[in-house]
């Protein structure tokens, strides 16, 4: 029987919301609403390119490579990223952030121009009415600003990517009024933020549908429309599905949910999402690695339970799950032993199943652990090893196993 006739899809049982067949963008704001994160640190050069070729290597169509007008180390960082993708001919497309001003989308312009790359401007002002407030602007003085700008980027020859942070919080004329001077203007990207992860699944639907009849099909243009999110909420995942599910081209996201506060919409999780959906077929097998070596390169750490590419994402201890895990390998059936404990195919990603021994183990998990270690299982051996494991508060490293086996540290070190 084909594994696939053995779930039943509750997930599509109504038909799928997103339809199938159709393209989905994704930008990678790592390298730059990533690094605004408090706790990270910005990553050597280095790094960020061995970081850029990962998302190539992953299928990301686009990138943010930083706000070069933020200070010298931001612009020599956004030169070098761009040459780096103009010299290796990688298919990802730079863009870069800009607050809605000269300063800072002229630095953008001279980049684009001296490595001879198209680097697409990402201009971005507040728009709701509790910034407005604070800051005492009016609706009349952003629209100059945003005609302003965006004329500006399209003069230089830069494509204009339009952005008002906070949209979720904004009224529906402000919305209509600031996106459509944008195009007008000629921005052919608009960019929807959640920027305070205050949007709830329907919400992110409902900004998205009103900003694709109200703005973009009236305008007679052809938009693209971005949807950029954080995770305040724990919702960002939901929120850009139901995006795309309303009609937005591309979804935002940063490595390992990095950014402003608790972060951006998860990149590696958005991959997993879409790739199980049937909305993109690529290879994702480096998708731990990308993660991994972002984690390395800004000093943070992905939390041992996060899915998929967290250290736990495929590991059990627990007798009865190990006990149909290995069941199914017996079977010869790789794919069927990632399915039966696991909502996450884990060959998909470059990943397997890990069996371990402690506390919740059984007699099955010794024997296995052993199997996969050339050891003999005799009874005696596999009771003595799993009499330490319930006597144990945690789960036993491979040392402690293999010390139970009688192994000597030597034999060990030579044969790790």
Not at 51 to 65: K, Q, S, W
Not at 124 to 133: Q, W, Y
Not at 387 to 406: F, N, P, W
């Amino acid at each position: 029987m084909p594994h696939e006739d053995l779930i039943y899809e509750w997930n599509t049982a109504s038909g799928p919301e997103i339809p199938l067949g159709r393209t989905v963008l994704l930008n990678d704001e790592t390298l730059r609403d990533g690094l605004q994160n408090p706790s990270v640190q910005d990553p050597s050069i280095e790094e960020k390119f061995r970081i850029l070729h990962l998302m190539e290597d992953l299928g990301i169509d686009a990138v943010n490579i930083g706000l070069p007008g933020a200070g010298p180390r931001a612009y020599a960082d956004v030169e070098a990223l761009a040459r780096e993708i103009m010299n290796s001919r990688m298919k990802i497309r730079p863009n870069c952030a800009a607050r809605t001003h000269e300063n800072d989308i002229r630095p953008i312009a001279e980049i684009s121009q001296r490595v001879g790359i198209q680097i697409e401007a990402a201009t971005f002002l507040g728009s709701s009415p509790i910034r407005r407030l604070v800051e005492d602007w009016t609706v009349e003085h952003l629209q100059r600003i945003t005609e302003d700008a965006v004329k500006f980027a399209v003069k230089e020859g830069l494509p204009s990517m339009y952005v008002t942070e906070d949209t979720m919080r904004t009224d529906p004329a402000t919305v209509k009024t600031l996106y459509t001077t944008a195009i007008q203007c000629g921005a052919r990207a608009i960019v929807l933020c959640d920027t305070v992860g205050y949007a709830t699944p329907h919400g992110a639907y409902s900004l998205v549908k009103f900003a694709m009849e109200e703005i973009v099909e009236p305008c007679g243009q052809k938009i693209r429309v971005d949807w950029h999110g954080h995770n305040d909420r724990g919702l960002a995942i939901a929120n850009s599905l139901a995006a795309l599910a309303a009609g937005a081209d591309c979804v935002h996201g940063a490595a390992n949910a990095l950014g402003e506060r608790v972060g951006n919409t998860p990149m590696e999780l958005m991959l997993v999402n879409l790739r199980l959906m049937g909305l993109i077929d690529r290879d994702l097998s480096k998708l731990k690695e990308y993660s991994d070596t972002v984690a390395r390169a800004t000093h943070t750490t992905v939390p041992p339970n996060y899915p998929v590419v967290g250290r736990d994402a495929f590991r059990t201890a627990t007798g009865v799950h190990a006990a149909a895990i290995i069941k199914a390998y017996r079977k010869g059936d790789a794919a069927l032993a990632n399915a039966v404990y696991s909502g996450v195919p884990a060959q998909l990603f470059g990943m397997e199943q890990v069996i371990e021994i402690g506390p919740m183990s059984g007699k099955s998990n010794v024997m296995y652990w052993l199997e996969k270690h050339h050891i003999a299982a005799s009874d005696e051996l596999t009771s003595h090893i799993l009499d330490a494991a319930k006597h144990s508060s945690r789960v036993l490293t491979d040392d402690e196993i293999m010390r139970l086996c009688g192994v000597p540290s030597t034999a060990r070190s030579a044969g790790s």
